[in-house]
C-alpha cells in the first residue's frame, strides 16, 4: 500500500441539529485511516458527550460459514470475551465497568463484532481491553463449552418462539442452501459438533488485519486514537485475504409451508428476494416496503388492521445485505382469521404492484424511512457500528449518508418497477395452533 493511501483523508458528515444552546458546535468529523498492516481505522469525533464507542469489526460471520460450521463466528467472539491470556471473562467485565462501561461480542450475518463504551477520559484503556481480546483471546475450553451452552439454549427459545420459528422456516425456504438461510446464531448440530480446535482455526483465519475494521465515536482525538491503535493493533497478522468467499445460489422455494405449534395467534409470513445492498433498485425496495408496512400509515395497517380488523400486528423486513436481501411481509392475527388475513395480505402485496404510489405515500415512506434511520443513530455506539459495519462489508463508512440520499431521490416510478419486479412467486409460512 503506498504511502498516499495510508494517509488520513478528512470528511465532514452530516449530524443532527442540537438544541439552540449548541446549534454553533461543529458537526462531528469522521476521518478514515489504513494502517502499515492493513488495519482500516474509521474515528468520528463528537465533541457533544464525554463518551466514547467503539466497534471492532471483521469480515466474516454466518455468510462465509457451511452446514458443518454454521454459528462458528459467533461461538467464537462469544468465547473470546470470556477471557484473554491476561484476564479472566469476570475480570474483562470487571475492568470494562471500571471505565463507566461495557465490553460485548457477537457474530453477525456478514461480520462479527468486538464493541465497547466507556467514558472519553478512558477511551485509551477501552481501546487496550479491545485489543487484547481481539489479539490475545485464551479460548478456554471450559469457557467454550459453558458458552456453547448458552447459544444452544438461545437456539432452543428461538424455535419454541411462534414468530421466529415461522421466520426462520421461511427463510429456509427463501434461501435454499444460501447461507442466509440459517439464523445468525448457526445449527443446533453444528454448535453441539464445534471444538476448540475449530475456534482457534477460524480465529486464525479471519483475525487479520486486511478484514478487520476498528471504528471510534465520541469526545476524543482522530491522531490520537490512529496512533494509540497502531501500537495496540501492531501485531495483528497481516493479511491480503479481505473479502468473503462466493456462496450457493438462493433458490426460493415459491411454496406454502403450513406449521402448527401451541400459540395464541397465527402468524402469517409472505417473503420474496429482493436486491443487495448495493444494487440500484435496493433504496426504491426500502421504500415500497414502507409505503406497505411502515409505521400507521402504511398500506397494511390502513387495511388489514383499521379497517378490517384482520391484524394485531405487521410489518415488512427488509436488512442490510451484501448478498440478495429478503422483503418478508408479516402479520399476527386471531387463528380464526387466519385464511381471512392470508388471502388478505396477499390481495395488497398484488394490489401494490398494480396501484401507483401516490405523491403523499412517497413522501410520508422516505420521511419514515429517512428519520428512523437518523434516529437508530443518534447515540455513539450505533455510529461506530455502522462505521465499521459498512466499511468492512465494502460498502465505505459513507454508506450510511450515500443511502439517505438515495432515499430522497427514489421516485414512485422506481417504487412501482421495483414491486412489479420482486413482489412475484411468494413463499409463504402460515403457523396457526392445532385444531381443538
Known sequence: MTSPQRCVALVLVAALVGPASTATAQPPSVTRHVLANGMTVIVRENPLAPVVAVSLQVRTGL????????????LLVRAMIRGTAR????????TAEGLGGSLDASGEVESAEIRGEALARHWGDLLGLIAEVALEPALLEAEIERERRLILSQIQTRAEAPFELSLDTLLHQL?????????????????????RADLVAHYRGVFQAARTVLA????????RVVKTAERLFAKFPSSSVGEVGAVASAMPSGERR??????????????????ALNDPAYPAVRV????????????????????????????????FRTGPAFVVAHLGTAPENAAAAEAALL?????????????????????????????????????????????????????????ARALEAVTAADVETAARRYLVRPTIVVLRPPAR
Open 175 to 195: 434461501y435454499g442452501d444460501h447461507p442466509y438461510a440459517w439464523q445468525r446464531l448457526g445449527l443446533k448440530a453444528a454448535i453441539g459438533r464445534l471444538g
Open 63 to 74: 455468510r462465509a460459514e457451511t452446514p458443518e460450521t454454521a454459528g462458528v463466528t459467533n
Open 258 to 275: 403450513a406449521l402448527e405449534r401451541p400459540a395464541q395467534q397465527a402468524q402469517i409470513l409472505v417473503g420474496y428476494l429482493g436486491p
Open 87 to 94: 484476564r479472566s471473562g469476570a475480570a474483562l467485565a470487571e
Open 288 to 319: 415500497l416496503g414502507v409505503v406497505l408496512g411502515g409505521g400507521t400509515a402504511g398500506r397494511l395497517f390502513a387495511e388489514l388492521r383499521e379497517k378490517r380488523g384482520l391484524a394485531y400486528s405487521l410489518g415488512v423486513l427488509t436488512p
Open 347 to 403: 390481495a395488497e402485496l398484488e394490489r401494490v404492484r398494480q396501484a401507483p404510489v401516490d405523491d403523499h405515500e412517497l413522501a410520508r415512506a422516505k420521511a419514515y424511512l429517512i428519520g428512523t434511520f437518523s434516529m437508530d443513530r443518534r447515540t455513539n455506539a450505533r455510529q461506530a457500528w455502522y462505521l465499521a459495519f459498512f466499511e468492512v462489508i465494502g460498502a465505505g463508512w459513507d454508506f450510511a449518508d450515500r443511502y
Open 216 to 223: 471510534v465515536s465520541g469526545q476524543v482525538s482522530s491522531p
